[in-house]
């Protein structure tokens, strides 16, 4: 009896630790393919670097922390903090040759705005531009994010059906170039269509913490 005992606490504790071993063997994984990732877009890519543990000269956006999206190919719309620089997106590129480059836009003037004709054509000509700048990147599109519900009170043209639509234009494009399209909305909305209460930071579309280790996850198990 003492020895089945002794076996079967054995098993356990050997069991507790090949789980343990595997998830910090998923965790280094994961900070190792972030280790490797840029990542850019409006505000909610801008606070990666304060709420979502990513380095600052890892996270690119405009110099007000955020990118218009109508102008994204004729504007500098990467600020280098560090440098006091302002480059285009593919000059940045270019420059810096990102192993991996997140992209997550399309708010700010897209979404609600535009035609699904000219919102496509602003989002391949800046795809193309960053191949171009560095064959070597690897592009991930992320779906743009839930709003807040009470985004309504701020937004008339961005609307929680705007950006689903959206997203269904990014997902085709991105079908169409072979790049890769990762849909975290879906990870993150509501039965609404909204953003997730728990993950709201405010009454636009900004995310707590939480939603960011959701958006990061998201990322890393797409590029698994």
């Given at each position: 009896?003492?020895?089945?005992?002794?076996?079967?606490?054995?098993?356990?504790?050997?069991?507790?630790?090949?789980?343990?071993?595997?998830?910090?063997?998923?965790?280094?994984?994961?900070?190792?393919?972030?280790?490797?990732?840029?990542?850019?877009?409006?505000?909610?890519?801008?606070h990666l670097a304060c709420r979502g543990g990513i380095p600052e000269e890892r996270v690119w956006s405009g110099a007000g922390n955020t990118v218009l999206f109508e102008t994204v190919n004729r504007t500098k719309c990467v600020h280098l903090e560090e440098e006091n620089l302002d480059l285009t997106l593919a000059d940045a590129v270019a420059q810096k040759k990102p192993e991996i480059l997140v992209i997550t836009l399309g708010v700010s003037g897209g979404a609600g705005f535009l035609s699904k004709e000219a919102f496509v054509s602003v989002y391949r000509e800046m795809l193309i531009s960053v191949q171009?700048?560095?064959?070597?990147?690897?592009?991930?599109?992320?779906?743009?994010?839930?709003?807040?519900?009470?985004?309504?009170?701020?937004?008339?043209?961005?609307?929680r059906e705007a950006v689903a639509e959206a997203n269904g234009w990014i997902s085709e494009l991105c079908s169409q170039m072979d790049i890769l399209y990762v849909?975290?909305?879906?990870?993150?909305?509501?039965?609404?269509?909204?953003?997730?209460?728990?993950?709201?930071?405010?009454?636009?579309?900004?995310?707590?913490?939480?939603?960011?280790?959701?958006?990061?996850?998201?990322?890393?198990?797409?590029?698994?």
């Open positions: 009896m003492k020895r089945l005992c002794k076996l079967l606490c054995f098993v356990l504790i050997f069991s507790v630790f090949c789980f343990l071993s595997a998830r910090q063997a998923v965790f280094a994984q994961e900070d190792d393919i972030l280790s490797h990732a840029y990542f850019f877009g409006d505000s909610t890519t801008a171009k700048a560095n064959p070597e990147t690897k592009i991930v599109v992320q779906s743009i994010l839930p709003l807040s519900d009470k985004s309504v009170k701020h937004f008339k043209k961005l609307t849909d975290t909305h879906a990870k993150l909305v509501d039965e609404n269509g909204y953003l997730k209460v728990i993950y709201q930071n405010d009454e636009y579309m900004h995310l707590t913490r939480a939603a960011y280790a959701v958006v990061l996850d998201s990322i890393c198990s797409a590029l698994s």
